[in-house]
Every structure is written in structure tokens, then in C-alpha cells.
């Protein structure tokens, strides 16, 4: 039934073309998380030649960039130059494909100016991440997780849940792609967790009203008045203090803030979703009072709550804002990263935001990505091991998706070689992913810029 070789059918094929249900027990590599990084993880796992699941909680791929509503990328480009490829820039160009619309081109600027973020359709990113991960033989197992992860003879017991009861699964490898290190905690790792953490975001597409005719001085009174009544909260239509303006502007991709203690939690996760719909609530009732907003409608709401930030791991190395901020090539860099530092405050309004100097290219070393003491285990995504500042930075999509194609090749080898991703050359992981269309920290040298930066 499952992987092996182009004739067998994935597990999904397998119940497409039978009506039956069946599925390995044993696989190189378990990916947990199927968002922005694991998705990404198990198609290069897969591609790779490992047999690979992948296990998703949620019914769709993507995570954050699907289900969370922020299908904007940022950065495959920096200084005119690609720094981020690979399969998640694949999966990109395949959906502008798809949707007929321009392939973007090395078009950020030399200074530091505020990047570009690309923007895709997140329903047709998603089917084709179902599709590249099922080309490349990996099981995929939707609506299930993990209950529990057990370090055990060299390789990985897990006891994962499923609508029909506990599967037990045994893994030479782990990824632990959940964004919230889920994973890593049931095995029993260390994570770090600020006194405070980013708030986090519903999604949503309002219309029903037009922005040239709104009086925004006279909203701005009347949404102040609101706040003191106790009616609405300044972070259901804002980031700032500074009233209903820049929320209504952006039609069809309005935001809110929404504090998120706990989100790494079930508990946590439920409150900040039943939180996340109260602003919602609050800011409907709010607007269609208001003179020019009778009309005003919630089209779409994204499935679940954006979450910034939870908790990070422990890492044999950890990634801190100085290093970032300097460009740090590691020894054992695996990918670039390329984004602003971008905390946002705590209590919802405003941003702790920091260009790079011009011309610096940080990367993320493999160490960031192994749990301290662990074996076998990687973890890709947002909960990298990171000071808050640094993650504020690495914590956006390329740079997850990147990590996410190194902790697939990672795991591949180590399956293959028998040995643990810390212990593998790093020359043996760069030239996998080399093969596979990444770009590798050190292949770009920013003394000379290239001809086509020069834009005006
Ligand atoms: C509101 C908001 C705006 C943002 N804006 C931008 C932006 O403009 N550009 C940008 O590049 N980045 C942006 N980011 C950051 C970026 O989107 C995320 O940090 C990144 O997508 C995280 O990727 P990830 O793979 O770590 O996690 P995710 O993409 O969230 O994936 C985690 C996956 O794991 C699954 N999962 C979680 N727990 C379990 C479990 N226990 N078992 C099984 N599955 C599990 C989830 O369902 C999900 O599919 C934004 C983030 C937010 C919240």
C-alpha cells in the first residue's frame, strides 16, 4: 500500500482507489505539522526517498499561510537577489501558474526599504501542497496528532490519535513541525517561554461600504467612545491607537490583535479562538451603527487565529538577535533568513520593528533546529531556537518553508545513514538540498550587486 516505489499507492491514493483504510506502522521520517515549514519537510523527506507520514491536525496543508489567512510570503528575495528557493518557491511558482499571474522576479530593492511581501491564492496553495505531497509518496493523515512521543532504541514510538482510536507508529526520525513544539514537549524537552508573547490575528474580508465616502475623524471619535463604554476593545479594529482607518482601508484583508498567552495549548488555543470571533463580534456590531457602514458585512473569517508566537525550543545553538542582526554566517547554516525584526507589542498596539543594515544576509544554522540532548528529533517552523527578538525576524514564511525542505533532507539522511541529523556532514545536507533547488548560505556574495537591483 504505502511509499517505496513509484508503483505503491500513499496511504490517501490507497483510499481513494479502494474505499478502504490502511497505513504503515513503520516510516524513516514522521513529520507532525503539515503548515507553512512541515509541508515543505515531508514532500523533500519524500522526494529524498524516505518513507514518510505526515500527520496534520486541521484538514488542509499550509497552516498559518492557508488556515491562519496570511498567504503573503515574505522573503524569497533580498538585495536583487533569490535567497530563498527551493520546494517552497516550487510550490509558489506553481500556484502563479495556476492562477495565471506574473511569476515574481528578484524585484526588493538595494536599500532598506520596507520589502514586498508576495501574496498567492491560498485555496489553490493548499491543493497543491495535497498534490506535491502526495508525488512524493509520503502517507498523509489528516485530523489527527500526537499523544505521545517516546524515545526508544535508537528510533521513535508514537502513539498518535485518530478519529477511530490511538495508532501506534514507530519513526526513525521525528520533525516536529507544529509551530508550538508539541512534539518536542511530549518527548520531554526543554522550551523557552517569554513573560510575554506576541498577540495574534483573525483574518478576515469585510465589504459593504466604500472608504471614499467614510468621515474617519468622525469614526475615530466614535469608535474612542465605544472603547471607554466598554463595548469595544481599540485592538478589534486597530493596531494602533489611532482609530478605524487603516482596519477599513485594508478591504478584504482586514486584521485585529488578540492576546494569545497560551496557544501551544488546546486549553489556550480554544480561548484565543472563541476570543478571536468576540473582536469579530465586536467590531460588526461597532460598525454597522456607524454613519456609511450600515452595509458593513464579514465575508470570511480565516478557520483559525493567526498565532505569532508560543513557546521556542531549547537548541543545541540558539539564534540571538545580535548574531541575527549581524548577518552571521554559521558553520553549519542550512538556509537564509531575510526579515525585518517585527515584534508586536503585547498589548496589541504597536510594533517593535527594525530594518536589517543594508546588504546583511542572516542565516539559520542547524543547530537551532535540534532540540538540546535530543536524537533523531528536528524541528522547523517558527519555534526555532531563537532569543524573541531574533524570532520576530524567523518566524516568517520563507524562512520556515526553507527550514522545513532542510529538516526533510536532514531527516532523510539520517534515516538512510543511520545517523543522528547533529552527526551528519554538513556537506552531505547542503548537497541534498542543493540538489533539490535550494539556495545555501555562502553561495551569495553581496560585495557586488547584481546589474538587475538597480531600480528606480
Ligand atoms: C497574523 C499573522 C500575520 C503574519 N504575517 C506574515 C507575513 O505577512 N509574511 C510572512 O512571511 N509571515 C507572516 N507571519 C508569520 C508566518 O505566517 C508564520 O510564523 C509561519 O507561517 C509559521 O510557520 P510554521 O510552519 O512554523 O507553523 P504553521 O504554518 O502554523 O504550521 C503548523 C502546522 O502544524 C499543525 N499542528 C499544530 N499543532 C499540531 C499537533 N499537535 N499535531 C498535528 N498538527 C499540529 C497546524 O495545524 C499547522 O498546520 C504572520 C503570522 C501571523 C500569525
Not at 518536542?184 to 472608504?211: I, K, N, W
Not at 468576540?278 to 450600515?294: D, E, I, T, V
Request: with cysteine; proline share 4%; glycine share 10%.
Amino acid at each position: 500500500m504505502s511509499l517505496a516505489g513509484p508503483s505503491q499507492l500513499t496511504s490517501v491514493q490507497f483510499a481513494m482507489e479502494t474505499g478502504e483504510t490502511d497505513m504503515d506502522t513503520t516510516y524513516d521520517a514522521v513529520v507532525i505539522g503539515g503548515g507553512t515549514a512541515g509541508t515543505i519537510a515531508a514532500i523533500q523527506a519524500g522526494r529524498e526517498g524516505a518513507r514518510t507520514l505526515l500527520v496534520e491536525k486541521n484538514g488542509m496543508l499550509g497552516g498559518t499561510m492557508t488556515v491562519g489567512g496570511v498567504n503573503a510570503p515574505a522573503h524569497f528575495f533580498a538585495w536583487g537577489r533569490q535567497v530563498i528557493a527551493g520546494i517552497g518557491w516550487e510550490l509558489m511558482r506553481r500556484t502563479f501558474k495556476e492562477t495565471g499571474e506574473p511569476e515574481p522576479t528578484a524585484d526588493f530593492t538595494r536599500e532598506n526599504e520596507t520589502p514586498r511581501h508576495l501574496s498567492m491564492d491560498k485555496s489553490i496553495f493548499a491543493a497543491l501542497c495535497d498534490e506535491a505531497v502526495i508525488e512524493a509518496g509520503a502517507d498523509l493523515l489528516f485530523h489527527a496528532m500526537p499523544a505521545a512521543v517516546v524515545f526508544e532504541n535508537e528510533g521513535w514510538n508514537l502513539t498518535i490519535c485518530t478519529k477511530t482510536g490511538l495508532r501506534e507508529i514507530r519513526a526513525k526520525a521525528v520533525i516536529d513541525a507544529t509551530g508550538d513544539a508539541n512534539a518536542v514537549a511530549l518527548a520531554g524537552f526543554e522550551l523557552e517561554r517569554g513573560e510575554t508573547v506576541q498577540p495574534a490575528t483573525l483574518h478576515m474580508s469585510c465589504s459593504g461600504y466604500d472608504v471614499d465616502t467614510l468621515d474617519f475623524a468622525a469614526l475615530k471619535v466614535a469608535s474612542a467612545e465605544a472603547v471607554a463604554a466598554g463595548e469595544l476593545k481599540t485592538t478589534d479594529i486597530s493596531w494602533r491607537d489611532d482609530g478605524p482607518e487603516s482596519f477599513l482601508r485594508l478591504h478584504g484583508g482586514n486584521a485585529n490583535h488578540v492576546s494569545a498567552p497560551r496557544a501551544d495549548t488546546s486549553e489556550g488555543k480554544s480561548a484565543v479562538e472563541v476570543e478571536g470571533r468576540r473582536a469579530m463580534l465586536r467590531m460588526h456590531r461597532f460598525f454597522r451603527k456607524q454613519p456609511g457602514l450600515g452595509g458593513f458585512r464579514v465575508d470570511w473569517i480565516s478557520p483559525e487565529t493567526g498565532i505569532r508566537e508560543t513557546v521556542r525550543i531549547k537548541g543545541k545553538k540558539t539564534v540571538t538577535a545580535a548574531e541575527y542582526e549581524a548577518g552571521t554566517l554559521y558553520d553549519d547554516a542550512v538556509c537564509y533568513a531575510f526579515y525585518p525584526v517585527d515584534e508586536h507589542r503585547n498589548d496589541g498596539l504597536d510594533t517593535n520593528y527594525r530594518l536589517l543594515r543594508r546588504h546583511l544576509l542572516p542565516t539559520i544554522p542547524r543547530g537551532a533546529m535540534l532540540p538540546a540532548h535530543s536524537r533523531y528529533l528536528i524541528v522547523a517552523g517558527r519555534c526555532l531556537s531563537s532569543d524573541r527578538e531574533a524570532n520576530s525576524a524567523l518566524r516568517v514564511e520563507c524562512p520556515c518553508m526553507a527550514m522545513g525542505q532542510a529538516a526533510g533532507a536532514m531527516a532523510a539522511l539520517s534515516a538512510r545513514k543511520g545517523l543522528d541529523p547533529e552527526d551528519l556532514p554538513i556537506s552531505d545536507v547542503r548537497e541534498v538540498l542543493r540538489r533539490h533547488g535550494a539556495v545555501l548560505p555562502g553561495d551569495i556574495s553581496l560585495e557586488a550587486e547584481p546589474a538587475d537591483s538597480r531600480k528606480d
